[in-house]
């Protein structure tokens, strides 16, 4: 079985980026950052820090813009651009790709993603960090018995801002603190993940 793979979106930020690898450090935990472009560039440091911490670098954006709003063409230059920087900077070379919003816009998004040799991957559970900041909350939820097919389980890909506060470091601790009380260990995202076309965004 797969592990819980914990990934994270829209970074690097300048505040929450570097609270969050201080979490992943305290709790053993290598995860994966699907960066951003325009916040990359503008903080390229938080990026090849996480490279040397032994965390996994994938393709999210270069500007958040969802997929059903762009032509074939207009993400091609998102993504070649946001590839173009990550490469300027010595980044390794990603071989996933999380669109913003987890938005895959058939069959332009594959086309695109073929053509650079990339796999589109979204996320089994959505923590919804992003409109909520009480981890002990967001914990709980997504432990509960009545969400059966976004719930937390052994073999979950995990959604997570490093872009939105410090609850979410704060979740990271809590997080690892259950996964090993279950029995279960933490990985990156496997070489041909299973993830949704359209995953579980419903977050109130």
């Given at each position: 079985?797969?592990?819980?793979?914990?990934?994270?979106?829209?970074?690097?930020?300048?505040?929450?980026?570097?609270s969050v690898?201080?979490?992943?450090?305290?709790?053993?935990?290598?995860?994966?950052?699907?960066?951003?472009g325009d916040r990359l560039v503008e903080r390229p440091g938080l990026a090849c820090g996480?490279?040397?911490?032994?965390?996994?670098?994938?393709?999210?954006?270069?500007?958040?813009?969802?997929h059903h709003e762009l032509s074939e063409?207009?993400?091609?230059a998102d993504i070649e651009r946001l590839l173009d920087a990550m490469n300027n900077l010595g980044l390794p070379r990603p071989r996933?790709?999380?669109?913003?919003?987890?938005?895959?816009?058939?069959?332009?998004?594959?086309e695109v993603a073929g053509r650079h040799r990339l796999r589109l991957v979204t996320w089994?559970?959505?923590?919804?960090?992003?409109a909520r900041n009480s981890a002990p909350a967001i914990l709980s939820e997504l432990l509960a018995e009545?969400?059966?097919?976004t719930r937390l389980q052994a073999d979950s890909i995990v959604l997570m801002h490093d872009s939105v506060g410090p609850h979410?470091?704060?979740?990271?601790?809590?997080?690892?603190?259950?996964?090993?009380?279950?029995?279960?260990?933490?990985?990156?995202?496997g070489e041909n993940p299973n993830t949704p076309e359209r995953p579980f965004s419903g977050c109130l």
């Open positions: 079985m797969s592990p819980v793979a914990v990934t994270f979106d829209d970074g690097p930020h300048p505040e929450w980026t570097p690898l201080d979490a992943l450090r305290e709790t053993r935990i290598r995860a994966t950052f699907f960066l951003q996480a490279v040397l911490e032994g965390h996994s670098l994938q393709a999210h954006c270069y500007q958040h813009r969802s063409q207009e993400i091609a996933l790709w999380r669109p913003p919003y987890g938005d895959i816009a058939p069959p332009r998004s594959y089994t559970v959505e923590t919804c960090d992003w009545e969400r059966p097919a979410t470091a704060e979740l990271v601790r809590l997080l690892a603190r259950e996964v090993r009380r279950r029995g279960w260990t933490f990985g990156f995202i």
